[in-house]
C-alpha cells in the first residue's frame, strides 16, 4: 500500500459520500475512519467548480467523535461539534446503512496517487455499471492495514491526534 498521503482538514461541507462506496468502519480511541471510493468534492481545493469530481480512493476521518448513528438524521449538535452524513454504500460484506456522525471535524485523506475524474469510479458490478477500478487494487485498499494512515496523521504538524 502506498504510504503517502495528503490530509484536507478544510471543507468538509463539499464532500459528498451520497454516491461512493465503503470498506469497513474502523475506530481508534475517539475517532472513526473509512476508506472510500468514489467520493466527490465541489467547490473544494481539490475541485473548485460546482461540477463533482469523484476521488477513486481516500479516506474520511472522523475526529473527535461524539455521537454515531445508523439510519437517523439528527440535527441537535453540542457546541463544538459538527453533524456529518456518510451515506457510502458497503462493499464489504456489513449491511447497508446510513451514518450521522457527530463529531469535532471531518478530514478528508488522499493516497499520494490518489485520482481525480468528472466520471464515478465504479468498484464493483452493479445493474446499472461495470466496474473501472481494478479488483484486486480495490481489494488491498479495502482491506489493507490503516495504521499507516493513522501514523501519517499523527506526526502532521498541528495533528488533532
Not at 480495490?138 to 492495514?145: G, K, M, W
Amino acid at each position: 500500500m502506498n504510504k503517502s498521503y495528503k490530509v484536507f482538514y478544510e471543507g468538509s461541507d463539499e464532500i459528498n459520500t451520497s454516491e461512493g462506496y465503503r470498506g469497513a468502519i474502523k475506530i481508534i480511541d475517539n475517532h472513526v475512519i473509512i476508506p472510500c471510493i468514489n467520493v466527490s468534492v465541489t467547490e473544494h481545493s481539490l475541485n473548485k467548480t460546482k461540477e463533482n469530481n469523484f476521488i477513486d480512493y481516500c479516506y474520511l476521518f472522523y475526529l473527535n467523535v461524539k455521537t454515531f448513528h445508523f439510519n437517523t438524521v439528527l440535527n441537535n449538535v453540542s457546541e463544538g461539534t459538527e453533524m456529518y452524513y456518510n451515506g457510502c454504500a458497503s462493499i464489504v460484506g456489513a449491511e447497508q446503512f446510513e451514518a450521522s456522525i457527530e463529531c469535532k471535524k471531518l478530514c478528508l485523506i488522499l493516497r499520494s496517487d490518489s485520482r481525480l475524474s468528472t466520471k464515478m469510479w465504479i468498484p464493483i458490478e452493479t445493474p446499472a455499471f461495470r466496474p473501472n477500478l481494478d479488483k484486486s487494487e480495490v481489494y488491498e485498499f479495502l482491506h489493507s492495514d490503516i495504521n499507516p494512515v493513522i501514523d501519517f496523521i499523527k506526526y502532521q504538524e498541528n495533528s488533532p491526534l
